[in-house]
Nanobody, 123 residues
């Protein structure tokens, strides 16, 4: 089992920045690929970013490419999502997840999920 707890969400103006954190506990954190997803009201959960278990390879949704960065600190068992140049359309609940596969982009490829953290971007 892997337990994931997100933090760092909040209200920010368009153009601003936030850094989300996802603290992991349980089974070996460093052996899992990590991902971030988001879900806006009335919409399906969508892929945002993924990081390979080595922390070297990344994959991003086109909508966030160049603005968001996913990275992790194995010593702290934490994965981060640095979000810059935020837009109102980035408003959503953001979830981190862990998967035993390489850079997965579908929610059903992930085995473990956090409870989510709300990000609201005002115009």
């Amino acid at each position: 089992q892997v337990q994931l707890v997100e933090s760092g969400g909040g209200l920010v103006q368009a153009g601003g920045s936030l850094r989300l954190s996802c603290a992991a506990s349980g089974r070996t954190f460093s052996s899992y690929a990590m991902g971030w997803f988001r879900q806006a009201p009335g919409k399906e959960r969508e892929f945002v970013a993924a990081l390979s278990w080595r922390g070297v390879s990344t994959r991003y949704a086109d909508s966030v490419k160049g603005r968001f960065t996913i990275f992790k600190d194995n010593a702290k068992n934490t994965v981060y999502l640095q979000m810059n140049s935020l837009k109102p359309e980035d408003t959503a609940i953001y979830y981190c997840a862990a998967a035993p596969t390489y850079l997965p982009v579908r929610p059903d490829e992930y085995d473990y999920w956090g409870q989510g953290t709300q990000v609201t971007v005002s115009s």
